[in-house]
């Protein structure tokens, strides 16, 4: 089982082929997902890259966090669980509700 990385302060040049070039040259890469904009398809700056194991990713961590990339030095770190999204404490959903409508 692979482990998956958190990949920050990307420049928006940065694609899926060019992280899978940099990552694998510490080890197997099972996947690349660069988040971007759905209206514009433009990178957000930051994305997850799936090693192969967790030799592979702790060897990517330790070389490639502050690595610069394109003038933007790296954050990358082992990636978190999604958080369930809440309703901020809330009983219902909605712009009107939440304005008492």
């Known amino acids: 089982m692979g482990k998956k990385l958190y990949v920050g302060n990307l420049p928006y040049s940065a694609d899926d082929q060019s992280l899978q070039a940099l990552f694998s040259q510490y080890g197997s890469v099972q996947s690349v997902n660069l988040i971007t904009d759905r209206d514009t398809g433009r990178s957000k700056g930051f994305g997850f890259v799936e090693m192969g194991s967790d030799s592979d990713a702790q060897r990517a961590i330790e070389s490639l966090n502050g690595h610069d990339m394109d003038g933007r030095k790296l954050t990358v770190n082992e ?23």
């Open 79 to 101: 990636a978190r669980p999604k958080e369930p999204r809440g309703n901020n404490g809330r009983s219902g959903g909605g712009f009107a509700r939440a304005r008492g409508w």
